[in-house]
């Protein structure tokens, strides 16, 4: 039988996860603030703040002078972020459950930045988030947004799939909808920006630990849960056997000091409100 982990929800699969992930992709997280000239006494919007990163860290940063305020869809995803919020004795951080696309409610021209780690790529009208989020800011307000790479590069979604891709026939990436890869190409991240009113400063790249396991089972375990388990679900159990068989190889192959690592490529972009009403 394949090494199949059990169904959980979104909250479940995060509180499972969330210490890994946090840890590993810390760096990320720090080079944002760093970009978006986060101090002490700043006013911060972070959008999709899902468990509180980089948020929270924001809320470290700007101390009990400054203020960050978290938003997103999800309230159990929140409630992970409260918790935290908690433990590390934050008391300059607000979080409210709203459509980040639309922002109803949150001041205009408020914020001397805005923050968004891996969230803008998945939502359906990316434009008008960007609008909305240029509009909390101050005049020469900076936003910094983190978002994937192309396929290629982001060994964490793509290596499964390449490894199935050699068992069964897959359905392309559609690189236009909300995803993954929606902003993998550098020119229509540019073209949104510019739509919405945002000048970019600068685009850096940035290689990114996702996942970390000491076994091949618990890598495979990982991917299933993230992401593949609605494409090997209607395959049938020879071909899965298969995939697990080749991905344990592929698992070992990566190991460096006894540990196995998963990555990806991200792009961080910053921008400015700057000569903009």
Do not use: C
């Not at 970009?35 to 009990?64: C, F, N, Q, S, Y």
């Not at 593949?228 to 395959?235: A, E, G, I, N, P």
């Amino acid at each position: 039988m394949t090494n199949q982990p059990p169904v959980l929800s979104a909250e479940e699969v995060w509180r499972r996860y969330d210490r890994m992930e946090a840890r590993l992709t810390a760096p990320l997280s720090e080079r944002m603030l760093d970009l978006a000239g986060i101090a002490t006494g700043m006013r911060v919007l972070d959008l999709a703040t899902g468990r509180g990163e980089p948020a929270i860290r924001a809320a470290h940063r700007v101390g009990k002078t400054g203020s960050v305020f978290g938003v997103d869809l999800s309230e159990s995803m929140l409630q992970m972020a409260r918790e935290r919020e908690t433990l590390e004795g934050i008391s300059n951080l607000k979080l409210r459950a709203m459509n980040v696309e639309l922002l109803d409610g949150i001041p205009i021209g408020h914020f001397h930045a805005a923050l968004m780690r891996w969230g803008l790529m998945y939502l359906d009208s990316p434009v008008a988030a960007l609008s909305a989020v240029r509009r909390t800011l101050l005049p020469g307000g900076v936003f910094v947004a983190a978002v994937w790479g192309e396929p290629e590069r982001v060994q964490y979604f793509t290596l499964p799939r390449l490894v199935l891709g050699r068992m069964a026939s897959l359905p392309p990436i559609d690189m236009e909808r909300p995803g993954t890869f929606r902003y993998s190409d550098v020119r229509h991240l540019q073209h949104d920006f510019a739509t919405a009113g945002f000048a970019i400063r600068q685009i850096e790249e940035m290689e990114v630990d996702v996942m970390e396991a000491d076994s091949a089972d618990k890598l495979i375990e990982w991917t299933r849960i993230f992401g593949l388990s609605r494409l090997l679900k209607d395959l049938p159990e020879e071909i899965q056997q298969a995939w697990e068989a080749q991905m344990l190889i592929e698992a070992e192959g990566l190991r460096r000091n006894g540990v196995i690592r998963l990555n990806g490529m991200t792009r961080i972009v910053v921008a400015s409100t700057a000569g903009y009403p």
